[in-house]
């Protein structure tokens, strides 16, 4: 139980056009999802915060016009990457809690976007 | 400086050694601390989690929290090539944002057979 995918593992675009990634919990409701993005050989930095039907909370630094989040239902999130540009490029991994459940995360593969 | 200090590596041992992983933080607010294992181009794996000081034990994983001294390691016993990975510890506070992870770096640790 507690699995968590992403849609596409994996993106190659243009600079300039705008990129959607999805990420659903497909065992379980998710109340709160998380979206991470990872540079080769560092850690995961969060970039926001998302509750089901709220808007979401940004951490300082990320733009919230240029990474569009959405958390319409219980187990689906989407972040959209718009007019990306190669310092976009990066690997994106969401996550994601049950209600009550503050201990774990559970993560989903990750989408390696390359912006060209 | 960071809140949380994680040695990068790469960190090399031969199958069936005692692997000693660790990281130390800043933040006196951090109750929970967890250990996640990262496989090249994957998501990360929650191993073990610990809430305050104290140890805990999962097979051949150990997961210590010295609160006073800011540090917390994970142990790996009888380690086996498939271990090979990044190991990221994690933690947060216990109220609040509670739901919100810091991360270290990552340790990238090979087992040679």
């Known amino acids: 139980g507690a699995v968590v995918s992403q849609h596409p593992s994996w993106v190659i675009c243009k600079s300039g056009t705008s990129v959607k990634i999805e990420c659903r919990s497909l065992?379980?409701?998710?109340?709160?999802m998380f979206w991470y993005r990872q540079f080769p050989k560092q850690s995961l930095m969060l970039m926001a915060t998302s509750n089901e039907g709220s808007k979401a909370t940004y951490e300082q630094g990320v733009e919230k016009d240029k990474f569009l989040i959405n958390h319409a239902s219980l187990t689906l999130s989407t972040l959209t990457v718009t007019s990306a540009h190669p310092e976009d490029s990066s690997f994106y991994i969401c996550s994601a809690s049950r209600l009550r459940d503050f201990n774990e995360q559970f993560f989903g593969p990750g989408t390696r976007l390359t912006v060209l | 400086q960071k809140e949380v200090e994680q040695d990068p590596g790469p960190l090399s041992v031969p199958e069936g050694a005692i692997v000693s992983l660790n990281c130390t933080y800043s933040n006196s607010a951090f109750q929970y601390f967890m250990w996640y294992r990262q496989y090249s181009r994957k998501g990360p794996e929650l191993l073990m989690y610990?809430?305050?000081?104290g140890n805990k034990e999962d097979g051949r994983f150990t997961a210590q929290v010295d609160k006073s001294s800011k540090y917390i390691s994970l142990f790996i016993r009888d380690s086996q090539p498939s271990d090979s990975a990044t190991y990221l510890c994690a933690m947060r506070g216990g109220s609040g944002s509670a739901r919100q992870l810091t991360f270290g770096s990552g340790t990238q640790l090979t087992v040679l057979p």
């Open positions: 610990t809430y305050s000081s």
């Open positions: 065992d379980f409701q998710a109340t709160t």
